[in-house]
């Protein structure tokens, strides 16, 4: 049985993900990984070197149409591989990314088998794969088997294995092929856009305090800022907060905005969904507000207050200031 | 232009103890508050200011029974001109293929220009519904588009990136575009307004145009649980002031930053 693993890079390097993704790979067929490289001409090579050991075969494909990151040239381009393949693979790995997302389900489209999004743990059970995902904003757990079928595709939420991803000792075969894909996709990439860079750093500050939709409107801010200022802290948010256009993009932290590690992180009215999460989750303390004790926040808290940040948060600055004379 | 936007109606999670039926698979949505799926709002207030723009007709299109009419409701309120319902009882805990399905039936032989979605729902989070979509009508998709602007036959968007990054791409139309939350500040909509809405039809299609067989749909949900709960948060308890003077040593002591 093989699985193949597509590998995801951006401007030359690999994702941290891919890494992960080849162990998940291995894990479910023991070691009979293919990895999947679709790059741009003159790019391949150097990707597959990061390659080499972490898979038993790895397919090049190097096409212009891949210079920048198309969903859809992807999807084509993987339909044609995975039909055409002597040895069809079982399961077809991707990260659930911003690319993934975007060329997975046009890929189970095309190819028109079951598919599954956003898993954090997978297993092979006899010829099923079953895939566990998190539901309900991270309250329930879901187990869904993708049964009968030749072929599926499954993405993963990256950092969800526990585990450090073990590195294979076989050496990688290196098989160039193509595709032929049509000369219109449809669709063309035509830049990058680098946020503006703003005046605060929040992955640079030592207390981060931190307010999430529990905030509940723009003038409440006031309270998370009163309690930065008592601690010498920065305020940094979830993104319900920037969506709202509460503060600025530059303090979201998130898998869309920026990863901290502060020493202390102070976390007022979020309710932790996995995209914050990941982005904040190895700070040295976590402290957290929130009115609902079963919010996922509280599990990655090292200490939790069930209760109203409107009265917690003022009067944990009435008590700094006190401490601090 | 001819415009449709998807909506989904979603129970809302955020505070409420959630319990699961007896078949261990669904979830008891009974007493729950249900509302419009949050990325659904960005993708409605999206397609309302497009059509401002360009001109054109706004069709909202639901997949759900007659208790998910109130964010149909919500989106003639805010200036689609016509609403579409679709359900049939065989669609209750259907998987992304089987909802891609329905929204295929439901849109039938009309041609649209530009087809909006929420990139992903609040429930179950696939992310599959517009893509999906996009290829069972044969035309083009991208996801996760947190800015757009239609430029005569093509659309100019951004796609959000990890890390503040973000790529443009160039679509061309016809096209579905699934929208990241954030893309606008989607207007206050009055129980007024809402209420006027009721006197505007809606168009119930019932599933009879809906192919469910797809080989893509052989997803079995097995089980729906708890999660595994870790050590978790060690708990501070008492008055706010009490729980102050906790955190103020806990500060001191292991945080080192006082």
Partial sequence: MSVWVVCEHRNGALREVTYELLAHGAALCMGAVTAVILAGPGEGEALAALINGKAERTLLVEDPSMSAFNGTAQALALASLAEGAQEPPKAILGAHSAAGMDWAPTLAGKLSCPAVTDAVALSMEGDSLTATRVVYGGKLQSKIKLGGAKMVIATIRPGSLEDEPKAASVETSIEATSVSLPSELGKRFIAWVEEAAGDVDISQADILVSVGRGIQDKENIDVAEALAEALGATVSCSRPVVDMNWLPKERQVGISGKTVKPKVYIALGISGAFQHATAMKDSAMIIAVNKDPKAPIFQIAHYGIVGDLFKVAPALTAAVRAAKG | ?258
């Fill in chain 2, 1 to 258: 232009m001819k415009i449709a936007v998807f909506v989904k109606h979603v129970p809302d999670v955020a505070e409420a103890d959630l319990e699961v039926a007896a078949d261990g698979r669904t979830l008891k949505g009974a007493g729950l508050p249900f509302e419009m799926n949050e990325w659904d709002r960005f993708a409605l207030e999206e397609a309302v200011l497009i059509k401002d723009e360009v001109g054109g007709d706004l069709t909202a299109f639901l997949i759900g029974d007659e208790a998910a009419e109130e964010s149909l409701r919500r989106c003639l309120a805010v200036g689609a001109d016509r609403a579409v319902r679709l359900w049939d009882e065989a669609l209750s805990g259907a998987n992304p293929f089987e909802i891609a399905a329905a929204m295929r039936g439901a849109v039938g032989d009309d041609n649209y220009d530009l087809i909006l979605c929420g990139a992903q729902s609040s429930d179950y989070g696939y992310g599959m519904g517009g893509p999906l979509l996009a290829e069972a009508l044969g035309i083009n998709s991208v996801a996760l588009v947190n800015k757009m602007k239609v430029e005569g036959s093509k659309v100019l968007v951004t796609r959000e990136l990890e890390g503040g990054w973000g790529e443009e791409v160039e679509v061309n139309l016809p096209a579905v575009i699934s929208i990241q939350t954030g893309i606008n500040e989607p207007r206050y909509v009055s129980i007024l307004g809402i209420k006027k809405a009721r006197k505007k039809p809606i168009d119930v299609l019932d599933g009879a145009g809906v192919d469910l067989s797809s080989e893509g749909g052989k997803l079995v949900v097995e089980s729906l649980q708890a999660p595994p709960l870790g050590e978790g948060a060690e708990f501070l308890e008492g008055s706010p002031e009490e729980v102050a003077e906790r955190c103020l040593a806990l500060l001191k002591e292991a945080g080192g930053v006082l």
